[in-house]
């Protein structure tokens, strides 16, 4: 299991130098009038998730430092892979990045045949934040912890439903906890969180395993049941909620939103560190750190390598996962 040797790989080597991608060709000016222009932030899920919460955010901060615009570009569709894609084939000026769940990116080449390479087209920036998830349901389904939840569903067969992006890291943690538990439940399609979210609190599916920032909103006002979360420890902010793993059968089962920033690759390393640099510093800010704490989100800058390499080993991971279910998307 990853427990938090994750957290703690990413957490140890955020602000360091950034030196990797000093063998990329450079395609513009250095980066030392950068940038000259409005800056696009592309999400490759619908408006409302995770992804586009933290671009916002960021957003505002970037412009308060580099006095241009961002433009946040929401392009869903194929489990993040066409707003992916979208930027893996823009311009590799600087001035169009990915924001999304990097661990989605992880299990992309895994399962989908792609006409791009997430490893190979697009250049790591940093990664932004760790978010676990919240294992929540619906109100009305009678079950108040991961025990009950797991008798309920091996009580029911392929009767309890959980919405999710097919193919996602979201997607493979719930196949672990199924798989650990000897469950079966059916997985339906979204084309992201916030549409995976409203088919829960609409009554359409019981169950929902998605990060905390876009999630507990709705658990504080009543529209969806928290059951338990997926972090190593159980969080201060909610300390009697327990832990996934606390559970008969999931011990060491972590699993949460990993959030990172990409450029298409060949965009020139003075950007990428002039940009990573200026991420490390605006996640280290004093309201930027509290606004993510209070929902559940941590902040997490790193160097390229460092989340070059926790994808690679994820990829890597899931594959594994692949095997041991035979799990395969057409299925």
């Known amino acids: 299991m990853r427990s938090l040797a994750l957290c703690s790989i990413l957490g140890c080597a955020a602000f360091l130098c950034i030196a990797g991608a000093a063998a990329q060709t450079p395609a513009v000016k250095p980066a ?9 932030i592309i999400i490759p899920y619908p408006p409302g998730g995770t992804s586009d919460i933290l671009a916002r955010l960021l957003g505002v901060k970037i412009t308060e430092a580099w006095s241009q615009s961002v433009l946040v570009d929401s392009r869903s569709g194929a489990n993040g892979n066409i707003g992916s894609e979208f930027v893996a084939r823009a311009p590799a000026d600087g001035y169009t990045y990915l924001l999304t769940d990097i661990g989605n990116l992880s299990v992309a080449p895994n399962v989908f045949k792609l006409s791009y390479d997430p490893h190979k087209d697009l250049a790591t920036v940093t990664t932004v934040s760790y978010s676990p998830h919240l294992l929540t349901t619906h109100p009305s389904l009678p079950v108040k912890t991961t025990r009950e939840l797991i008798a309920l569903a091996k009580a029911n067969p392929g009767k309890l439903n959980l919405p999710t992006g097919l193919g996602g890291a979201t997607h493979f943690a719930a196949m672990e906890f199924a798989q650990r538990t000897g469950i079966n439940w059916v997985y339906i399609g979204t084309r992201g969180g916030s549409d995976s979210s409203r088919s829960v609190m609409g009554g359409e599916t019981e169950i929902l395993l998605l990060g905390m920032l876009q999630t507990l909103p709705h658990v ?45 690759a060949r965009t020139p390393p003075e950007i990428i560190e002039k940009v990573n640099a200026e991420m490390a510093r605006i996640l280290a800010t004093p309201d930027m750190k509290e606004k993510l704490q209070t929902q559940g989100t941590e902040p ?32």
Request: glycine share 6%.
């Open 32 to 40: 030392a009038s950068f940038p000259t222009k409005p800056i696009r």
């Open 300 to 331: 997490l800058p790193t160097s390229p390598q460092v989340m070059a390499k926790w994808m690679a080993t994820e990829k890597e991971r899931n594959a594994k996962l692949i095997k041991d279910t035979g799990f395969n998307i057409s299925n």
């Open 220 to 264: 504080k006002n009543g529209r969806l049941k928290l059951i338990a979360v997926s972090s190593e420890k159980r969080l201060a902010s909610l300390p009697d909620t327990a832990t996934i793993s606390e559970a008969p059968g999931l011990a060491g089962f972590i699993s949460g939103s990993w959030q990172g920033m990409l450029a298409p």
